[in-house]
């Protein structure tokens, strides 16, 4: 096929040609929106799977929703040590100064502008942006406790959502790498509009250890959220995400190409995207991680030594461990198992 019209590029979060499997998911954010924005409780949810499964994408795909919804969105990818103060202050600024801008929301959206400047003040979120010219208001999200202030701040901004007639929908990537406590402010604070029929609704992405985070809380927490499993695609669904965009090109596969292509991917979305976007992009991504499994892990490299012993030529020694790269990593992917460094050799 000629590269410039190869309809896979891979790459972490990107839209796939063709979104498989996802229709029940969708679905239910779809109208988890819907009955938000007309005021009606919603539960909102966390999208829970492993690596590469498609949860970014789902999480992309909600914010296109949210938007033909007319809802605002805000839209934060989580990484080791965010602060949430930091994250949202960030991207609820823009939002309520749009609010702002409404004559019926007015009053309400500078009201939540002068919460949000007592919240970054609160919180010593170092930026400059929220309105100076906005007095924060005494008394709301100043008290620097993130379980108090972030529930009050939310209460303000949902408010002035509501009389705007629209909405606000919080995607959040990466979940799991939130503090616990910025984690339970959050559902908390959702919790709290969802009681007083705000238009504020939460999705979030995140990893299976996410929910061991909870601690405590999770039986709470699990009546208030709904925490749907991602998985790898069923063979009907991988079938059509690998045949679709071929055929849309013209090109199709043979049936024993396409079995095999199930068979090592194990219908994994991330796998289906490498294996159809050509073999130079599965080479590019292993070859580094091959060096250094070489270097740093006592398997690799006692096998890469032993290739090189028998008088293989280094490249194809590179070759080797990349290729048992491969395959642990879908084995790990199947089983849904974490990697740990226990050594063969040393063992
Ligand atoms: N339902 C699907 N059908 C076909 N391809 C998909 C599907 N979902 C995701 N993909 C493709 O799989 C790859 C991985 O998707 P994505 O980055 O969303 O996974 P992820 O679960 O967010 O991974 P990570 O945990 O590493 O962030 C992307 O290239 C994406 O386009
Ligand atoms: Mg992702």
Redesign the pocket.
């Known amino acids: 096929m000629e590269p410039g019209r190869n309809p896979y590029a891979?790459?972490?979060?990107?839209?796939?040609p063709?979104?498989?499997?996802?229709d029940a998911l969708l679905a239910a954010a779809k109208l988890a929106l819907e009955r938000v924005h007309n005021g009606r409780s919603a539960k909102s949810f966390i999208a829970v799977?492993?690596?590469?499964?498609?949860?970014?994408?789902?999480m992309n795909q909600i914010q296109q929703l949210a938007d033909e919804e007319d809802f605002r969105s805000i839209y934060i990818e989580a990484f080791d040590e965010i602060r949430l103060a930091d994250a949202l202050t960030k991207s609820l600024r823009p939002v309520l100064l749009k609010l702002s801008k409404k004559a019926n929301a007015h009053d309400l959206a500078i009201r939540a502008l002068a919460g949000l400047r007592s919240f970054a003040s609160a919180f010593n979120v170092s930026y400059q942006g929220v309105e100076m010219t906005v007095k924060p208001e005494e008394g709301l999200a100043d008290t620097g406790d993130m379980l108090a202030d972030l529930p009050d701040l939310l209460l303000a901004i949902g408010e002035a959502a509501r009389i705007s007639g629209g909405a606000l929908a919080i995607i959040i990537?990466?979940i799991q790498y939130l503090s616990e406590m910025d984690m339970s402010a959050l559902i908390m604070a959702i919790h709290r509009c969802n009681q007083k029929s705000l238009p504020v609704v939460m999705f979030g992405?995140g990893?299976p250890q996410l929910r061991g985070k909870m601690g405590d809380a999770k039986s709470y927490v699990e009546r208030l959220l709904d925490f749907p499993h991602?998985d790898a695609?069923s063979l009907e669904?991988a079938r059509l995400?690998i045949e679709k965009p071929a055929n849309d090109e013209g090109v199709s596969y043979t049936s024993d190409a396409l079995d095999e292509i199930l068979r090592v991917t194990s219908c994994y979305?991330?796998f289906?995207?490498f294996i159809q976007a050509g073999r130079a992009h599965l080479r590019q991504a292993l070859y580094m991680p091959a060096l250094a499994a070489i270097r740093f892990n006592a398997d690799m490299k006692a096998k890469y030594q032993a290739l090189i012993a028998v008088g293989k030529p280094p490249k194809v020694a590179i070759t080797a461990i990349m290729r048992k790269l491969a395959i642990l990593a879908s084995v790990l992917l199947r089983e849904g198992r974490p990697w740990h460094d226990r050594s063969a050799v040393n063992a």
């Open positions: 891979p790459g972490a979060g990107t839209p796939p063709t979104l498989a499997g996802r799977g492993l690596r590469g499964v498609g949860k970014t994408v789902i990537d990466e992405a990893l991602v695609l669904d995400a979305p991330y289906l995207r």
